[in-house]
């Protein structure tokens, strides 16, 4: 259901455009939650390429039993936010993303682990995750509806504090939201550490920190234009090994999936672990 999207036209996309002398297929269609993680641990080892038709969420489920394996993992994006798909290039068109296959151009990527649990493209705390829990319940889907659903809820959203250890040393914070960006983007091309990279072995600790409420939108419009790292309400940590403690147990997301968690939050970045399949204009 990722983007509220009927993927009835997909199969016939990919008969019609998938390059036949290269690749014979099967598909599978998921049922429920975490099916899309039990498909694919089936097809590893058996597939030369497992693709997902999804988004962010989906991209999450394949990939988590592929990490440390020699299965490739590609993406035909059809989510809200497709945060990874666009970091890597992907087309967001699905006849140029099917064609994108083709090419079979393929790079290893870093990905993250947080309490255990795999995200590869972003994990967080705070607004983010407070706005993932509630869109996961709203009928409407899409760009627009998670705008309506932050506006709606900003104005009595609190800020926390935050305990960071990063590779050895300690910070404390105050952060209206917390993210672990292994590539630059949410999803959309809202960018909030424009310059992370999921091929050097770090991940970028995004402190969004407190700012007055009419600011909200200059925010907004610091990631769409590939800016929050200048805004002085951002702070960015690179690091590795990450230990992030509050008061008290609560929402997290996991590639914008939301879930509760502990109050202590182990990060870790899993350097070159995943076999990817990239956009052509995706630079190393």
Known sequence: MAGGK????VPGLINKHLDAAKFTYDIAYTTGVNHARELSANARG??????AVGGDGTVNEVASVLVGTQSIFGVIPFGSGNGLSRFLGIPMNIEKAIKNINSSRVETIDTGLMNGQHFFNMAGMGFDAHISEVFSHDKNRGFWAYIKSSFREVTHYQSEIYQLHIDGRDYERQAFMLSLAN??????????SPYASVQDGLLDVCVVKPFPLYKFIIM???MFNKTAHQSRYVEIIKGKDIIIRRKKAGPIHLDGEP????????VK??????KILVGSTYKA
């Open 259 to 266: 879930q509760l968690m502990d109050a202590d939050v182990t």
């Open 46 to 51: 058996k597939y030369d390429l497992i693709i």
């Open 183 to 192: 590539s630059s983007q949410y999803g959309n091309n809202a960018h909030i």
């Open 220 to 222: 907004g419009l610091h």
């Open 269 to 274: 970045v899993v350097p070159a672990s995943l």
């Open 6 to 9: 009927r993927k009835d036209e």
